[in-house]
T-cell receptor
Framework: DAMVIQNPRYQVTQFGKPVTLSCSQTLNHNVMYWYQQKSSQAPKLLFHYYDKDFNNEADTPDNFQSRRPNTSFCFLDIRSPGLGDAAMYLC?????????????FGPGTRLTVL | AQRVTQPEKLLSVFKGAPVELKCNYSYSGSPELFWYVQYSRQRLQLLLRHISRESIKGFTADLNKGETSFHLKKPFAQEEDSAMYYCALNNDYKLSFGAGTTVTVRA
């Protein structure tokens, strides 16, 4: 089945220790998104790639970076995780249709910062 | 700026009772609205979209531009409807989510 895969599903890191989360897709979608979702809150868009073009949200901290080496993969790098960065991180993809733009979500990576 | 408001954080109904989840939006153009659902320990997934005017799992949602609303309704709730529901507005390939409503259907 075509899908969005995230690895690892659970990640524990230490305060200040860089961490990388991975997302891959078999849908061949040209847009990939990263969301942060804290407990009992809505997903918050951090940034997205439209093909190779990176689009950062205005309020995304500089601590968060992303890489998209090819169509299938996208990475979220947190350079110096703080306690406030503990959250579920969701990856999503879409075809970037002008209308009816459904997004397909991965299962998420739960990040714990010690 | 676009905004999506879901006024109810929690909604509890009995099995077989009607359920309605409220969603209001603000958007300057022609809105494209979705309802996403997240069942326990499952990924966030699309439930329905306003453009399709379809019924999914017994749920319907009608876009009311005059009231800027996109409420989700089901006439007879089932226990398997217990989940988190998000209303979302699409703008230039990006989704703005409401805060979400947790629905609990009691037997």
């Amino acid at each position: 089945d075509a899908m969005v895969i995230q690895n690892p599903r659970y990640q524990v890191t230490q305060f200040g220790k860089p961490v990388t989360l991975s997302c891959s897709q078999t849908l061949n979608h040209n847009v990939m998104y990263w969301y942060q979702q804290k407990s009992s809150q809505a997903p918050k868009l951090l940034f997205h790639y439209y093909d190779k073009d990176f689009n950062n949200e205005a309020d995304t901290p500089d601590n968060f970076q992303s890489r998209r080496p090819n169509t299938s993969f996208c990475f979220l790098d947190i350079r110096s995780p703080g306690l406030g960065d503990a959250a579920m991180y969701l990856c999503a993809t879409s075809r970037a249709a002008a209308f009816n733009n459904e997004q397909f979500f991965g299962p998420g990576t739960r990040l714990t910062v010690l | 700026a676009q905004r999506v408001t879901q006024p109810e954080k929690l909604l509890s109904v009995f099995k077989g009772a009607p359920v309605e989840l409220k969603c209001n939006y603000s958007y300057s153009g022609s809105p494209e609205l979705f309802w996403y659902v997240q069942y326990s320990r499952q990924r966030l997934q699309l439930l329905l979209r306003h453009i399709s005017r379809e019924s999914i799992k017994g749920f319907t949602a009608d876009l009311n531009k005059g009231e800027t609303s996109f409420h989700l309704k089901k006439p007879f709730a089932q226990e398997e409807d217990s989940a988190m529901y998000y209303c979302a507005l699409n703008n230039d390939y990006k989704l703005s989510f409401g805060a979400g409503t947790t629905v609990t259907v009691r037997a």
